[in-house]
């Protein structure tokens, strides 16, 4: 999407014009002189009570070519009382939403003064509204060229001086929700592991990242027997995807992030039922959020050193397929009982940790489409969020309320690490207990060692196969947004600071970001310190 600023005065030709009003508000002087020019076509709909302004109202009104745009869509932002960022952000998307569906292709939107003043980063939510708002998958319509997509945007306000580089920001951050809704939509007939494979290496070119994939025959070297339980039912090879962000820079604050990446789950020989099993193709919707936020990491050059890992693998049923009471040894030498084979996330996440330890991360994050459990605890409203500590869960929620994707923490106790423990092996992949969505936290904390680590359960909020006036049905592109405000805030520990070396850093074009102070020498060896996170 191409996106520009001009002044309302000087607005150049569109489709639509998009214009933003509150409940019992009257016309700004702006519209007020656009009204005079449609025979007050506006003022006329709010008289009439058929615009009242309520929140994500719309109205389409035409203006027969007498201003520059051909179309005026009125769209409600609700009582001025009870207005935030989340209610502009969710009427910008239902207005864009709508406008795409009658069939604008550049649309303009009018920014008045006093939004600016009550939302401060209202350039770059205002973006990212667009995307989400206008994002189709028609990768598979025959008549795919003739669908119109809103292709041009332009904001109509006095910008600021650095609204340009806040817009670049905004569209990097959209565009990477589109990429991971695109990359969960696409069928596991397409979306291989392979295919993610090749999406990494495209991302790392991209984004400027470092990237390593690991095949089937490098992970029985590394010794990862509970990921590679999981692919033998599947002739589709196994990937593993390590993406890596500011590599060489060891004294940067470290994160490693975790995305389940099974492009499809039959639930292997513990065969799921036939009903709603094609949404499992959406079961690398944690891996998809891991690659869409390290191409936003990369874009952005955020000043930490990130490191995304994806074990991309299909869950299949089969002649080679590991069967319920088998016992495979992970690559911390911990021995598991899968006495479940449909409990496969919790088996590529565990080797995938293990060798995120290697990193000497501050911290973990991962994001799975885990357990069903999860859905039935929060339904299609929040993710899980479980965790070994507290300071980052409380970090985790603050970025959630950021992007408006809800979290909801739930407890891991001695009880929960109880009920994974195996008669005959060291644990099992399912439990003892009732709580499935923490007790498979309990089981993936045996391979996090002593790490910070939070794990966000996206089962119920990574898909929805409910339309909004605001977004399509589909992958909803979850996680990516709120990795990205987590990071933003995410600081050295204090004794960390001191160890980076100058780099010397070109940052591309286009970037908002903010590199840190280029302290002295680098010393390699770090020592992590439990607790010593800090945030901004
Ligand atoms: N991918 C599923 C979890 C899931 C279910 C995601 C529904 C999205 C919607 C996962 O691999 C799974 O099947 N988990 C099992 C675990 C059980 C066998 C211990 C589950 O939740 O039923
Ligand atoms: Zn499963
Ligand atoms: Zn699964």
């Given at each position: 999407m191409e996106i520009k600023i001009e002044t309302p005065a000087t607005a150049g030709k569109t489709d639509i014009c998009l214009i933003p009003l509150f409940a019992k508000q009257e016309l700004p002087e702006y519209c007020r002189d656009l009204d005079s020019r449609i025979s007050s076509l506006m003022q006329g709909s709010m008289d009439a009570g058929e615009f009242k302004g309520e929140a994500n109202q719309t109205l389409l009104l035409a203006t027969q070519d007498k201003i520059f745009a051909r179309k005026i869509l009125l769209i409600g932002l609700g009582n001025k009382d009870k207005f935030s960022a989340r209610s502009w952000q969710l009427a910008i998307a239902t207005a864009l939403r709508t406008a795409q569906r009658a069939k604008a292709?550049?649309?303009?939107?009018?920014?008045?003064?006093?939004?600016?003043?009550?939302?401060?980063?209202?350039?770059?939510?205002?973006?990212?509204?667009?995307?989400?708002?206008?994002?189709?998958?028609?990768?598979?319509?025959?008549?795919?060229?003739?669908?119109?997509?809103?292709?041009?945007?332009?904001?109509?306000?006095?910008?600021?001086?650095?609204?340009?580089?806040?817009?670049?920001?905004?569209?990097?951050?959209?565009?990477?929700?589109?990429?991971?809704?695109?990359?969960?939509?696409?069928?596991?007939?397409?979306?291989?592991?392979?295919?993610?494979?090749?999406?990494?290496?495209?991302?790392?070119?991209e984004a400027r990242l470092d990237c390593k994939i690991f095949n089937r025959s490098d992970l029985e070297g590394m010794n990862m027997h509970a990921y590679l339980s999981v692919s033998k039912g599947s002739h589709e090879p196994p990937k593993f995807i390590v993406l890596q962000h500011n590599k060489e820079r060891k004294a940067l604050p470290t994160v490693v992030l975790v995305g389940k990446g099974i492009t499809f789950d039959t639930g292997g020989i513990s065969l799921k039922p036939s009903k709603d099993m094609h949404a499992m193709k959406f079961d690398m919707s944690g891996g998809a959020a891991v690659l869409a936020t390290m191409r936003a990491v990369g874009l952005l050059d955020l000043p930490l050193r990130v490191i995304g890992l994806v074990p991309a693998t299909e869950n299949m049923p089969g002649g080679m397929a590991t069967k319920p009471g088998d016992i495979v040894k992970a690559s911390n030498g911990k021995t598991i009982e899968i006495l479940n084979t449909d409990a496969e996330g919790?088996?590529?996440?565990?080797?995938?940790?293990?060798?995120?330890?290697?990193?000497?991360?501050?911290?973990?994050?991962?994001?799975?489409?885990?357990?069903?459990a999860c859905v039935i605890a929060l339904g299609n409203e929040a993710a899980a969020v479980i965790g070994n500590d507290d300071k980052m869960i409380k970090q985790i929620e603050a970025a959630a309320l950021k992007s408006w994707e809800r979290v909801w923490h739930l407890p891991l106790w001695d009880d929960h690490r109880e009920q994974v423990k195996s008669d005959v092996a060291d644990i099992q992949n399912t439990s003892k207990g009732k709580a499935g969505t923490i007790t498979a936290a309990a089981f993936l904390e045996n391979f996090v060692a002593d790490i910070p680590w939070v794990h966000l359960d996206i089962a119920g909020v990574a898909d929805t196969s409910a339309p909004k006036p605001y977004g399509a049905m589909g992958s909803t592109g979850y996680g990516v947004g709120l990795l990205i405000r987590f990071l933003e805030c995410f600081q050295a520990p204090e004794t960390k600071k001191q160890e980076e070396a100058p780099v010397a850093v070109t940052a591309p074009e286009n970037i908002v970001a903010h590199q840190p102070e280029k302290p002295a020498a680098e010393k390699k060896a770090k020592t992590r310190k439990k607790s010593s996170l800090s945030f901004g």
């Open positions: 292709t550049s649309v303009s939107l009018y920014l008045p003064d006093h939004i600016d003043k009550q939302i401060s980063n209202l350039y770059e939510i205002t973006i990212i509204a667009a995307y989400l708002g206008t994002y189709e998958f028609l990768e598979y319509k025959e008549k795919k060229q003739e669908q119109k997509l809103i292709t041009s945007l332009t904001l109509l306000a006095d910008a600021g001086s650095n609204a340009a580089a806040v817009i670049a920001k905004g569209k990097i951050i959209g565009e990477s929700i589109s990429l991971m809704r695109d990359l969960a939509n696409h069928p596991s007939n397409h979306a291989t592991p392979t295919m993610l494979a090749e999406t990494a290496e495209k991302i790392a070119g919790r088996l590529v996440m565990a080797d995938t940790l293990v060798y995120g330890q290697k990193f000497k991360p501050d911290c973990f994050i991962d994001l799975a489409t885990l357990t069903g």
